[in-house]
């Protein structure tokens, strides 16, 4: 069966009647403050101020709907009505204002505009939460009469979140796919004739599988009917992924995601790290001159030491630091590995590491040595907010568990440069603060890491 879209279900979920209610309580709003504020209302003392009901009523409603008010599918919670009510009273108030102000129109008082502003803020309030509890206790009409087939425990919890919902839907009849009304469709529309239903709806599982052998059939015996159909996706249970439902063409597609998936937060990630390493190599060239020197009169050897590192999801690419050790520091790294601080051998630390030069104590004190990854920020190779990436040895080691804290774009800096670096001697709890990262990560939170890395660097907490 093939699935498509039709133009006229775009807005199904749109709740017309609590955008009627919201225009008329403010419309009785405006009403109240004309009599309060004129005495008794004549054709022109009500005319004169109509415009200030229209925009303000306007903004409202936008700024209602953007924040999904008016879709029938949104948890209302008492708290969260309150708070966006409250929130586009404050937003239509503050735009009516400036036009106001942008206009100078000074025939509007301000008295009235101020108790229009009040008064229609409560009566919204109130018609809101009347709603909401009207719905809590299932007073008044419009409910859908619905067939659900399916597990009873879905049915459950289903209802539970119906409940939370402006959705207005009772279940006349419940059952499950054995039914003896399923095997034919027959016997399913003489069914659906004798209990008088306005949908259908059908409990699918993606863990379990269908139990229905012939779903086609009774979705064609509705749609011969003129009774509407839907699909209740039981989903897969994770404990750490998120899912949200999205179509492809005519298929729709549920998506199980750990990491971020916000696209304007990520672009805006995206133009800071350029910007930012931009920046940084710009203010920052006089240290890299400096240090450049630095290094070539300590000992012989390139400036630059460059080194495989695993990038998200595998991707191999070459880190770029200062040379803060002799050359053949590679190459003696197995004979330290006695010495290795980590457990499980899957980041190497060692105290007094013998392979460092002079100024490489210093740079590495200071971080000057991660520097030169702003080139690497520049390629997107990483990121200046991540995880540390590994080098391909220890990826190599990686349990299937340690292999999500390389699923986002590495870092210069992270959690775990900031909570204590070389003072961290357990694998499992770098792992830790990286999943950490990813499961909380926000913009607010790039930007408290990067203040926190400035404060590290300039105390030189936890350096090696």
């Known amino acids: 069966m093939r699935l498509t879209m ?12 609590h955008l009627f209610l919201d225009t008329l309580v403010i419309f009785i709003g405006y009403c109240v403050t ?89 009566l919204v309030l109130c018609n809101r939460i009347a709603i909401r509890l009207c719905k809590a206790k299932r007073i008044g009409n419009g409910y859908i009469h619905v067939l659900f087939i399916g597990d009873s425990r879905t049915l459950e919890r289903y209802l539970y979140f119906i ?83 999205s179509s492809v063409g005519t298929y729709p597609v549920i998506t199980y995601h750990s990491v971020s998936l916000d696209k304007p937060q990520l672009f805006v990630k995206s133009v800071i790290d350029v910007a930012g390493a ?9 240290i890299f001159i400096i240090t450049a020197i630095a290094i070539k ?23 770029y630091k200062f040379r803060s050790m002799y050359i053949d520091a590679e190459a003696r790294k197995q004979e330290l590995m006695a010495q ?41 190779e990483m990121s200046m907010v991540g995880t540390r990436p590994p080098t391909v040895d220890e990826a190599r080691k990686y349990n299937p568990e340690h292999w999500r804290r390389i699923s986002i774009l590495p870092g210069i800096t992270g959690m775990w440069q900031v909570n204590g670096r070389s003072q961290i001697l357990d694998f499992e709890d770098v792992v830790t603060l990286d999943k950490k990262y990813i499961d909380e990560w926000s913009l607010p939170l790039d930007i408290k890491l990067m203040f926190q890395t400035i404060k590290v660097v300039f105390t030189t907490q936890g350096a090696c």
């Open 340 to 380: 290795n601080k980590i457990k499980g051998g899957l980041m190497f630390k060692i105290d007094n590491d013998p392979r460092i030069t002079k100024i490489g104590k210093y740079i590495r004190k200071t971080s000057i040595d991660e520097l030169p990854q702003l080139f690497n920020v520049l390629k997107r």
């Open 34 to 122: 004309s009599l309060i504020y004129h005495g008794p209302i004549n054709s022109f003392v009500f005319r004169e101020h109509l415009w200030v009901f229209v925009i303000f009523s306007v903004i409202f409603a936008m700024s209602m709907l953007l924040t999904r008010m008016y879709n029938v599918t949104t948890f209302y919670y008492m708290d969260r009505i309150i708070k966006r009510t409250l929130a586009s009273v404050v937003i239509s108030g503050m735009s009516l204002a400036t036009v106001i102000f942008m206009a100078k129109i000074d025939q509007t008082s301000r008295l009235f505009f101020m108790l229009f502003i009040l008064i229609s803020c409560i």
């Open 163 to 245: 409940d939370k919902t402006s959705i207005r839907l009772k279940v006349v009849k419940s059952m499950d796919y054995n039914d003896p009304s399923l095997e034919t469709p027959e016997a399913f529309s003489r069914m659906l004739m004798d209990i008088s239903v306005n949908e259908v709806q059908f409990d699918v599982s993606l863990e379990k599988g269908s139990k229905s052998a012939n779903m086609q059939a009774l979705l064609e015996t509705c749609e011969n009917m003129g009774i509407t159909a839907r699909i209740i996706l039981d989903g897969f249970d994770l404990p750490i992924s998120k899912r949200y439902l």
């Open 278 to 286: 931009i920046f940084g190599v710009l203010i920052l060239s006089p």
């Open 297 to 319: 009169l300590d000992s012989p050897g390139p400036v630059f030491f460059k080194q495989k590192r695993v990038g998200i999801n595998g991707n191999v690419f070459n880190i």
């Open 6 to 17: 039709h133009k006229r279900n775009e807005t199904a979920s749109f709740n017309i009647v």
